[in-house]
């Protein structure tokens, strides 16, 4: 397996969560699997989102720990992602909604 880290964020990426960790205080970051709002990379005030043996710490974006769960983690395993902001509406339940941008996760497959 790659000792690349599992997951980076682009420069972009990392100028809003400096913005909202301004605003919220720490963060944390959670892969979504689906549901109410997509696949988008969640983002938190640290702890909010409980966290345990069904999730996996797959590294951290701009200080902050980010998260998936274990079955999704299967499926992506093999892959590095890179947190990016794209323009639009933030999930829901997401930090960023406000902002006019949400989180966006693109996957590049690890080189052997």
């Known amino acids: 397996m790659s000792n690349q880290p599992k997951v980076i964020a ?20 959670h892969q979504s699997g689906g549901c109410c709002d997509g696949s988008s990379p969640m983002c938190y005030p640290q702890g909010e989102l409980i966290v345990g043996d069904s999730d996996v710490l797959l590294g951290e974006i701009g200080g902050c720990p980010f998260y998936i769960s274990k079955a ?41």
């Open 10 to 29: 682009t420069e972009a990426a990392l100028e809003l969560i400096e913005k909202l960790k301004a605003k919220h205080g720490p963060l944390m970051f």
């Open 72 to 112: 999704q983690y299967e499926y992506w395993k093999h892959t590095q992602l890179i947190i990016d902001v794209v323009p639009g509406r933030g999930g829901m339940f997401s930090l960023e909604g406000p902002e006019g941008v949400r989180f966006h996760t693109r996957s590049k497959v690890f080189d052997s």
